[in-house]
């Protein structure tokens, strides 16, 4: 089972001090989120693992502060509680990068050629804890 959507659009810090924007954030997380995710049920029986790749510009926002916003978003629509997300991996990487485009899923490759900050999201199941020792 692998989600994976582009939130295209500078992330909202957990941190802010505008709450009204950070609320604001969250529905725009959703929203894009539905946009792939349709009509289905929230998954509500398995060990997930969530999975950001900040494409960030000059002035990036702190990585850890981006995570709990973007979880929070999904609940609801693609897994009924967070508590069902127990591995994170979050990564920030500069637009201007060199990538192996071979490599990346083609939702990372739009935010890159888009040249504006984004957030490759991917839901998937949980890894096995010894392969990511």
Known sequence: MVFEFLIPERPVSLQTKNRANLQAWKHFVASEAAKTWGDGAPIDSRDLQLTLVYLCGNDPVDIDNIIKPIQDALVGLVYVDDILVTDVESRRRPLTGTYDVALCPELVLQGLASG???VY?????????????
Not at 121 to 133: F, G, H, I, M, Y
């Open 121 to 133: 999201v991917r839901v998937s199941a949980q890894p096995q804890l010894e392969d990511k020792l």
């Open 116 to 118: 504006d900050e984004c």
